[in-house]
């Protein structure tokens, strides 16, 4: 049985081991900007076979919260290229996360002060977070409008330009796409916020199709070996409800088995909540059984509260890959810790979005 210290491949990512740091908002990039700062707390986690970046939005239109960092202008990028050669310095491999947030956004962060889009006009009861004078505040979501059919190539577009750039210019190892956690993607899928009657609505093959177009777009620029997908089937983040998941994430998975992805990053449960959910059920036994049948190669990433025990567990049932989030924010050294069983370090709810180094880059290593 593979160790989670052993090395493995995703795609063209030959990893050092299977401890993965999982996407985590931290909201300390103002002006949407990438800093010194960020790029020291991504190499304190170089140790890991992977880090994923906190959720970066691909354009204005897909931010929704203050202080999260963006993919779409100089400046941004000039950011993160000192963060992906700080992290390769250490020796460490790192991709982005590409993220548009759809409804899950406010007027007062969008081009002009508009609406928020969405494949349809249903308000997400969500909020998302102002940071105003550094303190974080909670707002409700604004009231968003319904995508027109003739603009989701645009979207498709500024989804594959962000990928390009992420890897021609801001030295990523590749990118994950973000289709978890009730954003655009996500919300596209599933039917409780997908109400449309065109192509893009009502069957799962049409609500699928935005997600599979932006994949292929991706992979079609960058190549399927340096992307990898974030999923959340039952998730209820940011208010989205599926009537019957696993048919349409097996269509999905399916669909994906023929791309050669990197790997597939599936959020069992709800997201840093519970990993069962009683008025959710799922399989994710047949999710992976359903993407192997149909050919799939990419590794199998998993997250969701998992310890060392449960990672373990995890590697023993066909697992390849897993993503630790807040015991690796608040352990910069967790692959050494949990190879040691050392004790872990705790982390402080009350700097998790915004701030400064203090729950930040703070947490000790061991000695
Ligand atoms: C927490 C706060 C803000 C955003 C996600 C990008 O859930 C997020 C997120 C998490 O995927």
């Given at each position: 049985m593979p160790s989670l210290f052993d090395p493995t491949q995703a795609g063209d990512l030959h990893l050092a081991n299977r401890i993965v740091l999982a996407p985590l908002t931290?909201?300390?990039?103002?002006?949407?900007i990438p800093t010194p700062l960020m790029a020291e707390y991504y190499a304190q986690r170089a140790s890991g076979g992977l880090l994923i970046t906190e959720a970066t939005a691909i354009s204005h239109q897909g931010q929704g919260y203050s202080d999260v960092p963006g993919l779409y202008s100089t400046s941004q990028l000039d950011g993160w290229k000192q963060v992906t050669r700080a992290v390769h310095d250490a020796g460490g491999k790192i991709v982005v996360q590409l993220w548009h947030v759809g409804r899950v956004s406010h007027n007062e962060l969008q081009p002009h002060g508009g609406k928020p889009v969405a494949p349809s006009a249903i308000t997400a009861k969500a909020q998302i977070v102002l940071i105003k004078g550094g303190v974080p505040t909670y707002v409700d979501t604004s009231e968003p409008r319904a995508l027109d059919a003739g603009e989701l190539p645009g979207i498709v577009h500024v989804y594959q330009a962000a990928a390009r750039n992420a890897v021609e210019?801001?030295?990523?190892?590749g990118v994950e796409i973000h289709?978890?956690?009730?954003y655009l993607l996500d919300q596209f899928l599933k039917s409780g916020s997908n109400r449309r009657s065109?192509?893009?609505?009502?069957s799962i093959e049409n609500r699928a199709r935005l997600l599979l177009e932006v994949v292929r777009a991706i992979t079609s620029a960058i190549g399927g070996g340096r992307t990898g997908i974030r999923l959340s089937?039952?998730?209820?983040?940011?208010?989205v409800y599926d009537a019957d998941p696993q048919p349409l994430f097996e269509y999905v998975v399916k669909q994906l088995a023929?791309?050669?992805?990197?790997y597939l990053h599936i959020i069992e449960g709800a997201t840093g909540g519970p990993r069962e959910l009683p008025d959710r059920p799922f399989d994710y036994a047949a999710l992976k059984a359903a993407y192997r049948t149909a050919g799939g190669k990419g590794a199998w990433m998993v997250n969701n509260g998992y310890d060392k025990a449960l990672a373990e567990q995890a590697l023993a049932g066909g697992a390849d890959l897993i993503a630790f989030g807040r015991r690796y924010l608040a352990n910069p050294d967790l692959v050494r810790r949990l190879r040691e069983d050392a004790p872990l370090n705790t982390p402080d709810k009350?700097?998790?979005?915004?701030?400064?180094?203090?729950?930040?880059?703070?947490?000790p290593a061991l000695a």
């Open positions: 931290r909201s300390r990039a103002p002006g949407a210019t801001a030295g990523f190892d289709g978890a956690n009730g065109d192509d893009y609505g009502g089937p039952v998730a209820p983040a940011n208010d023929t791309l050669n992805l990197a009350a700097t998790f979005y915004g701030g400064g180094a203090k729950g930040y880059t703070d947490y």
